[in-house]
């Protein structure tokens, strides 16, 4: 079983148009997080949730808007998709904040 | 503000031989270091950590090094192997409630057959 999985894999879309990118965990870890990596391989921290609860959000725009339903999944609707909007999108999970992260194996968001 | 830098961005070593991958961090109130490995198409995968109360912890084959007098670590990889060509990353992270991994740029080991 894949510890931290995440769909689609790949996802190719036009500008304008909503999208969204699911993640669950099954390790039982009460925080949550999603992180952005652009073309350079800069991995940047977008939201983080401590069950189910927004912690952390790092001036992301409001077109990001993170869900989590419980605190195995943590999803990550995209409005109105921009160009730079393109990258690849990392959910992970860990026991508790700030140690022990567990890396799903990526999203790569392509919008044209 | 807080970063977190390689210095160099490739290293391309001889399969067999040692391979040393350098970070430097800036943030002195980090309390806890990690490497990633991020192999093509994958996620990042942990390697190994260490806390700031050690200067020293070794793994299978690797070895990461932290001094915080200069605020650097490094991690050490013996008897590189081509399955170690990937992307490295090091990691800090502050205690807190609201703690997070920040990264740094990341740098591509290449082995050389």
């Known amino acids: 079983d894949t510890a931290v999985s995440q769909t689609p894999k790949y996802l190719v879309t036009q500008m304008g148009n909503d999208k969204s990118i699911k993640c669950e965990q099954n390790l039982g870890h009460d925080t949550m997080y999603w992180y952005k990596q652009d073309s350079k391989k800069f991995l940047k921290i977008m939201f983080s949730y401590n069950n189910k609860e927004l912690i952390i959000n790092e001036t992301v725009p409001n077109r990001f808007s993170p869900k989590s339903p419980d605190k195995a999944h943590l999803n990550l609707h995209i409005n109105s998709l921009e160009l730079g909007d393109s990258a690849v999108y990392f959910c992970?999970?860990?026991?508790?904040?700030?140690?022990?992260?567990?890396f799903g194996s990526g999203t790569r968001l392509t919008v044209v | 503000g807080e970063s977190v830098g390689l210095h160099l961005p490739t290293l391309s070593v001889q399969e067999g031989d040692n391979s040393i991958i350098n970070c430097a961090y800036s943030?002195?109130?980090?309390?806890?270091f990690i490497w990633y490995k991020q192999e093509s198409g994958k996620g990042p995968q942990f390697i190994i950590d260490i806390r700031s109360n050690m200067d020293k912890r070794q793994g299978q084959r690797v070895t990461v090094l932290l001094n915080k007098t200069v605020k650097h670590l490094s991690l050490q990889i013996a008897a590189t192997q081509p399955g170690d060509s990937a992307v490295y990353f090091c990691a800090e992270n502050r205690a807190g409630a609201n703690s997070k991994l920040t990264f740094g740029k990341g740098i591509t080991l290449s082995v050389r057959p």
């Open positions: 992970a999970s860990s026991p508790r904040t700030g140690a022990g992260y567990t």
């Open positions: 943030n002195s109130a980090s309390d806890y």
